[in-house]
């Protein structure tokens, strides 16, 4: 396909079958990449933002003729789900959800906690997204990224978890500066705790 021709798709033209049940995906190293960018595309477009266009910071909801990263929480939602099949490229197999689960939990020593926030987010219909460059493990969205600013930034802790009232305002402050409500998501109850500044 030429850069004109790719130019040209509409995601609104796409009808469901020219999309395949299962997208494939590759697992290489710790990254899970969908090579196709139509199927990346409606992904992030169609599928309520899933994955991060290769060299795109600020991507439009439109086509874009880049491969996507999906994170490893975003990837095993998907597999979950049935719509996505992950080849490991490394190993040269498909992976199985239970496969999938323990190299995620490998590769990242909270992801248990954090699928258990991220999916409940997203059974409860927000949008989570990385968090990392809020110091956080989601910035997390009503409608999705370039429709609205996320009005909140989450991060997962456990509830045996040790945490200072120094990281609590450090935390707070900069939600606030960036115009966001901190909150800390309990994985084991699944609970969520607001903080707000308010001047005595």
Known sequence: MSEHEAEEISL??????????????????????VFNPLYAS????????????????????????????????????LLKAGR????????????????FYERACEIHKKFEEKFIIYEDLREKGYIPRPGLKFG?????????PGLEHSPFIVHALPHDSNIS???????????????????????????????EWFKP
């Open 136 to 144: 956080a493990d989601f910035v997390v969205y009503k409608k999705g």
């Open 42 to 77: 409606y992904l992030y477009v169609k599928e309520k933002f899933f994955g991060a266009p290769l060299g795109i910071s600020k991507p439009r909801l439109e086509y874009f003729s880049k491969p996507s990263e999906l994170s490893l929480l975003e990837a095993y939602h």
């Open 165 to 195: 009232a120094i990281e609590i305002v450090r935390a707070g402050r900069l939600a606030t500066s960036v115009r966001k409500k901190f909150v800390i998501a309990n994985p084991d109850k699944k609970s969520y705790y607001f903080f």
């Open 12 to 33: 609104e033209e796409i009808e469901e079958e020219d999309i395949p049940e299962k997208i494939p995906t590759k697992l290489i190293n710790s990254r899970v990449i």
């Open 84 to 99: 996505i099949s992950i080849y490991d490229v490394e190993n040269e197999k498909d992976l199985n959800t239970e496969d």
